[in-house]
């Protein structure tokens, strides 16, 4: 097992406690970095995880173009880089699986979180395109859409997160699933449910509810 991230000290405390692990530094928002350390990592994977992410929230009102290149950068092509670097392996085996965590915000546009939601959004499409795509090469594709986790990202968040759940507990959740080579892991429950629902309401509906959340203010 590769675990491939910038902060290589932190990877190699884990990679210490897992049987048959190697910490390789990476920076997924340098192409050929991704590709350096999956090569040197291997080269050839039966899994590929895109997990790296960030979020920052943003208003239209007080819109940060660093801020957002940093988001796509990170959470769009950060993963398709590694994609980039593992799958035409995969594809030339007839086999492998390629899973990106993307997120339940991005089912709708969120107030205050417009940056974030439109990266995990476009995640959303493009795994799904390529799930179709690489199905007759035998390699799966997984979309990974957690709620809120109990984790540094979160911590920063000022407001009530609904359903919050710890991250072990995601974690578990998120193997079974790849396990099953499932086409979309999504959880916790109640707020996939809630999500998809508010996918179906009219625009005019959504915006009237939503209204309030674009008046929050939003801390840094």
Do not use: W
């Not at 546009?109 to 940056?115: A, E, I, N, R």
Request: one cysteine or more; glycine letters at 6%; a positive charge.
């Amino acid at each position: 097992m590769a675990l491939l991230a910038r902060r290589v000290d932190v990877l190699r405390e884990l990679a210490s406690e897992l049987r048959d692990s190697v910490a390789v530094e990476c920076d997924v928002t340098n192409l050929e970095s991704v590709r350096s350390a999956v090569k040197e990592a291997g080269g050839v994977f039966d899994l590929a995880i895109a997990n790296a992410g960030i979020g920052v929230p943003s208003h239209a009102t007080k819109f940060n173009i660093h801020e957002a290149e940093q988001m796509v950068r990170v959470n769009i092509l950060g993963m398709m880089y590694l994609f980039d670097a593992v799958v035409p392996s995969m594809i030339a085996l007839k086999h492998g699986h390629f899973a990106g965590v993307a997120s339940i915000a991005g089912l709708r546009g969120l107030p205050t979180s417009s940056v974030y939601s439109s990266t995990k959004a476009a995640m959303h499409a493009f795994l799904e395109a390529s799930r179709i795509e690489l199905a007759p090469y035998g390699v799966a594709v997984t979309t990974v859409n957690p709620g809120f986790i109990a984790t540094p990202m979160t911590d920063k968040n000022r407001f009530k997160m609904p359903f919050l759940m710890k991250a072990d507990e995601a974690a578990r959740i998120i193997a079974d699933g790849l396990e099953r080579r499932a086409r979309v892991v999504e959880f916790p429950r109640p707020m996939s449910m809630l999500m998809r629902a508010v996918r179906l309401i009219p625009d005019a509906i959504y915006d009237r509810a939503a209204a309030p959340y674009g008046k929050r203010k939003i801390q840094h």
